[in-house]
């Protein structure tokens, strides 16, 4: 178990460095505070979009 762990402990990097991209883009996208602020909250679940949109594209 102790070598489970380990060979996905990049995982949450890879998450986190996507979340930070993700919040660049969308707080850079706002027109205003409260935007910027949707744009943070859009950045906190962007792998939701993700699948969302995949999922979407392969129905069709």
């Given at each position: 178990m102790k070598?489970?762990?380990q060979c996905h402990a990049s995982?949450?990097?890879l998450y986190f460095f996507g979340m930070i991209g993700a919040a660049v883009y969308y707080i850079?996208?706002?027109t205003g505070f409260w935007m910027g602020v949707v744009g943070?909250?859009?950045a906190c679940v962007w792998p939701a979009f993700l699948v969302f949109d995949t999922l979407k594209h392969f129905a069709m």
């Open positions: 070598n489970d762990v995982n949450g990097a850079s996208q706002a943070f909250l859009k």
